[in-house]
């Protein structure tokens, strides 16, 4: 059994975390420039994962020739379809989520994702009642990996964000999470296996590997 010290409240990352929705805006995003014969390399989208960039962004970067509101509205319905059929969350999530649940810690959401995709995401997955607090990307002006998101996330909490343990998967998410004065455990996907991390305080090959003592300080 772990004897790392307690924390007060435990916040996660969405996609990447509980759930596998990389793929989910990586094919949005894929299909999309495609109608315009246009490719959208695997290495080029991870730069922005995590991240509040958007279409503003990649049509500067790629060079797109339409405008950015036309690629929004195209992606932004094929991205609620797909969260619409989200079904499955990522190994051990769902069992952390209510076990952390079950002994009282309090739990927030931090996601980049807008907020009613990401309603709509832990509704499928039957944990939307889990969490005390979420933080989506449209809900703040400065995104991973500036720490305004978890530190609202904190104070919804009403947790000192040194006392929170945040759980992400991409570099900008970890580090917002630092810069917020928080304890950050990444979990590596298949999307981020080969990214470097930028030294998280412990590395996961899942949520599974996560014990509520570790957490909580109490048997599991």
Known sequence: ?????????????????LVDGEPIYYGAASAVLAEDGIAFPLDQFKRYMGTKAG??????????????????????????????????????????????????????????????????????????????????GDDITHGKPQPDIYLRAAGLLGVAAYRCLAIEDAPAGIRAAHAAGMTCWAVRTEYTRDLPLPDPDRTLESLTEVDLADIAGVPA
């Open 55 to 136: 279409w503003t962004e990649f049509v500067v970067d790629l060079g797109l020739p339409r405008p950015a509101a036309y690629y929004r509205e195209r992606c932004t319905e094929l991205v609620a379809a797909a969260y619409r059929s989200v079904d499955l969350a990522l190994p051990g999530a769902v069992e952390l989520v209510r076990g952390l649940r079950e002994i009282g810690v309090p739990l927030a959401v931090a996601s980049s994702s807008q907020r009613a995709n990401v309603e709509t995401c832990l509704g499928q997955l039957g944990i939307v009642d889990a969490f005390d607090a979420i933080v989506a």
């Open 1 to 17: 059994m772990s004897e790392a010290p307690p924390f007060a409240a435990v916040i996660f990352d969405m996609d990447g975390v």
